[in-house]
């Protein structure tokens, strides 16, 4: 069966750095996402991507976060200046349809550490 | 937006019992998924079920739309089985791609 697939699985960094998460959604999907779930909570949607452009966004997804899908098949998330409180799993999820009427598949996450 | 709530938050049971996981929402909803969260932290995707009944296995799961709740039912626990068990839902709201609102999730501990 189809997979996204995330990289890397466990990301470290400095308090104010930059950090890109990569995804590989299924290949003939065409709605992206990333959520986010800080530990012990539930999982928050992000943001929402289709035919190059962001669809929808929550209040979380400010102007630290941007998200672009620089080829055919990798869709990324870059947080531009991390904060201790980006520290969570990160997992994105690609839909064949936007309009719900889909499941949405999830990657494994990735796991983001800020120190 | 639309609440998620699921009941009960913790549930501590003994391998071959069986539960009861329920989701309420407060609004009309056009997707809901069930998954399982894995220890490692993987989500597990266990059914798409934005209404009607489905079978996997040990594993079922009942959506009555028009009483907004749906219903996961676990069969003879396994101890694999343990983990948090999230229902996800999405109201379409006519615009782009809306992502899934999860609730808070059902902590589920299987002992031997």
């Known amino acids: 069966e189809p997979e996204v697939t995330q990289t890397p699985s466990h990301q470290v960094t400095q308090m104010g750095q930059e950090v890109i998460l990569r995804c590989v959604p299924i290949?003939?999907?065409?709605?992206f996402y990333w959520y986010r779930q800080i530990l012990g909570q539930k999982v928050e949607f992000l943001v929402s991507f289709y035919n190059n452009e962001i669809s929808e966004k929550s209040e979380i997804f400010d102007d630290q976060f941007s998200v672009e899908r620089p080829d055919g098949s990798n869709f990324t998330l870059k947080i531009r200046s991390t904060k201790l409180e980006d520290s969570a799993m990160y997992f994105c999820?690609?839909?064949?349809?936007?309009?719900?009427?889909?499941?949405?598949?999830f990657g494994d996450g990735t796991r983001l550490s800020i120190l | 937006g639309i609440q998620v709530e699921q009941s009960p938050p913790d549930l501590i049971l003994q391998e071959g019992a069986n539960s009861t996981l329920r989701c309420n929402f407060s609004?009309?909803?056009?997707?809901l998924q069930w998954f399982h969260q894995n220890p490692w932290g993987q989500l597990i995707n266990l059914f798409y079920i934005p209404s009607g009944t489905k079978q996997n296995g040990r594993l079922s799961a009942t959506t009555v739309a028009t009483e907004r709740y749906s219903l996961l039912y676990i069969s003879s626990s396994q101890t694999t089985d343990s983990g948090v068990y999230f229902c996800a839902v999405v109201r379409y709201s006519g615009g782009g791609a809306d992502g899934l609102t999860f609730g808070k999730g059902t902590h589920l501990i299987i002992q031997p």
């Open positions: 999820a690609s839909s064949w349809e936007g309009t719900s009427n889909q499941p949405q598949h």
């Open positions: 609004d009309s909803v056009n997707n």
């Open positions: 290949s003939n999907h065409l709605y």
